[in-house]
Nanobody, 117 residues
Framework: QVQLVESGGGLVQPGGSLRLSCAASGSVFSIYDMGWYRQAPGKQREWVAGITSMSTGGITNYADSVKGRFTISRDNAKNTVYLQMNSLKPEDTAVYYC????????WGQGTQVTVSA
C-alpha cells in the first residue's frame, strides 16, 4: 500500500507563495500520473493540478481557478510531487492532498493552506 505524506502548508498573506511537497512510499511512483487536490471547509474535494508520468512526457494541466498561478512538478528519484503556488488568494484556503490521477490510493493527512491577511 502506497503511503502519501503532504507537507509545506501554512498561513500566508494574499499574494504570497507556498511550495507543497508530497512524498510517496514505494518504488512504482514514477509510472503513475499524479495530481494535487484540495478540500475547502464545507466543500467537496476538487482536483487542482495534474502531471503525467515521465514516460508520457510529464505533461501538466490545471484547473482554471489556478492556471497561471500554480505549477506542478515531480522528482521521480525522490518519489515526490510538488505544487508551487504563487499569487495566492483567500479562496485557495483548503487542505491540499496529492494522489494518483484519477485518485485511487488512500488519502494522506493533507497539508493546510490558509490565505488570509
Amino acid at each position: 500500500q502506497v503511503q502519501l505524506v503532504e507537507s509545506g502548508g501554512g498561513l500566508v498573506q494574499p499574494g504570497g507563495s507556498l511550495r507543497l511537497s508530497c512524498a510517496a512510499s514505494g518504488s512504482v511512483f514514477s509510472i503513475y500520473d499524479m495530481g494535487w487536490y484540495r478540500q475547502a471547509p464545507g466543500k467537496q474535494r476538487e482536483w487542482v493540478a495534474g502531471i503525467t508520468s515521465m514516460s508520457t512526457g510529464g505533461i501538466t494541466n490545471y484547473a482554471d481557478s489556478v492556471k497561471g498561478r500554480f505549477t506542478i512538478s515531480r522528482d521521480n528519484a525522490k518519489n515526490t510531487v510538488y505544487l508551487q503556488m504563487n499569487s495566492l488568494k483567500p479562496e485557495d484556503t483548503a487542505v491540499y492532498y496529492c494522489n494518483v490521477a484519477p485518485p485511487r490510493w488512500s488519502w494522506g493527512q493533507g497539508t493546510q493552506v490558509t490565505v488570509s491577511a
